[in-house]
T-cell receptor
Framework: KAGVTQTPRYLIKTRGQQVTLSCSPI?????VSWYQQTPGQGLQFLFE???????NKGNFPGRFSGRQFSNSRSEMNVSTLELGDSALYLC??????????????FGPGTRLTVL | AQSVSQHNHHVILSEAASLELGCNYS??????LFWYVQYPGQHLQLLLK??????LVKGIKGFEAEFIKSKFSFNLRKPSVQWSDTAEYFC???????????FGTGTRLKVLA
């Protein structure tokens, strides 16, 4: 079974631009979560989608948004990029999110550099 | 509020030394607990997980973790580390009935050959 895939793997943008990252979950997984990973901060939760609905949101500004499509693929958008947005953005998928044995599986991430 | 603390940010060990990485969680109800590992240049992989039952959980590559409810802890252990264990380790919790996974800030382990 194919794992979680993320595209693109690397991105370089300049301040003020916007960016869209894509995530394809493991087949059959309906929950997709996004995280921002930076050195010393660990993984900061951005948001989680299930069946095209955002179920949970972290403490990030409104410049960070996402959506999920009917095939469970998800996109994350960051508008008006700032230098501090440089990070590894990780996507994780799981079956349904609420089951007691639910487990997240991660993609390789998208490395975003903002100049 | 749910939170996870990893107290060791950087650990350096020699090969064959024993390893214990601390993880404490905060949550008022039942939790599921996880350890993930991120090897250099690779994506996060699940090491082991605890849902219920035996509090001593065995994972891949010889790792194990013990859930101690009274201490709100889920420490990761390995009796003898190898150079290939050099990686960053993340503890995570998920409150039962919630959709959110909360991660600790990670522990960077360096094993000297």
């Amino acid at each position: 079974k194919a794992g979680v895939t993320q595209t693109p793997r690397y991105l370089i943008k300049t301040r003020g631009q916007q960016v869209t990252l894509s995530c394809s979950p493991i087949s059959g997984h309906r929950s997709v979560s996004w995280y921002q990973q930076t050195p010393g901060q660990g993984l900061q939760f951005l948001f989680e989608y299930f069946s095209e609905t955002q179920r949970n949101k972290g403490n990030f500004p409104g410049r960070f948004s996402g959506r999920q499509f009917s095939n469970s693929r998800s996109e994350m958008n960051v508008s008006t990029l700032e230098l501090g947005d440089s990070a590894l953005y990780l996507c994780a998928s799981s079956l349904a999110g609420l089951a007691s044995t639910d487990t997240q599986y991660f993609g390789p991430g998208t490395r975003l550099t903002v100049l | 509020a749910q939170s996870v603390s990893q107290h060791n940010h950087h650990v350096i060990l020699s090969e064959a030394a024993s390893l214990e990485l601390g993880c404490n969680y905060s949550y008022g109800g039942t939790v599921n607990l996880f350890w993930y590992v991120q090897y250099p240049g690779q994506h996060l992989q699940l090491l082991l997980k605890y849902f219920s039952g035996d509090p001593l959980v065995k994972g891949i590559k010889g790792f194990e973790a013990e859930f101690i409810k009274s201490k709100f802890s889920f420490n990761l252990r390995k009796p003898s580390v190898q150079w290939s264990d050099t990686a960053e380790y993340f503890c995570a919790s998920r409150g039962s009935g919630t959709y959110k996974y909360i991660f600790g800030t990670g522990t960077r382990l360096k094993v000297l050959a």
